[in-house]
């Protein structure tokens, strides 16, 4: 069982930043993929960013140029860096993990709220 802590939210102003961290239960070499996913109130959690063990990573539209994921193995943590935030990025932010068999794992999430 892997279970995924996520940290860093908070309230900020449009245009500031905040970093978030998913610290998993498990060594992270267990686990290939690990993403962060959002979700507003009254919409559908979306993908906001992923990475892979190689290295490789995936970004919604709405986070390219803004948004940085990023993964310390030895930590067992993944991060999100986010800039010049924007009101519409206010959502509760989840952690994903996906391990080498498929099986996937959730953290409760943090809230993100970016005031105008």
């Known amino acids: 069982q892997v279970q995924l802590v996520e940290s860093g939210g908070g309230l900020v102003q449009a245009g500031g930043s905040l970093r978030l961290s998913c610290a998993a239960s498990?060594?992270?070499?267990?686990?290939?993929?690990m993403g962060w996913y959002r979700q507003a109130p009254g919409k559908q959690r979306e993908l906001v960013a992923a990475?892979?063990?190689?290295?490789?990573?995936n970004y919604a539209d709405s986070a390219k140029g803004r948004f940085t994921i990023s993964r310390d193995n030895a930590k067992n943590t993944v991060y999100l860096q986010m800039n010049s935030l924007k009101p519409e990025d206010t959502a509760r932010y989840y952690c994903?993990?996906?391990?080498?068999?498929?099986?996937?794992?959730w953290g409760k999430g943090t809230m993100v709220t970016v005031s105008s």
């Open positions: 990475i892979i063990r190689s290295g490789r990573t």
């Open positions: 498990t060594r992270t070499f267990s686990i290939n993929a």
């Open positions: 994903r993990g996906e391990t080498w068999s498929g099986t996937e794992y």
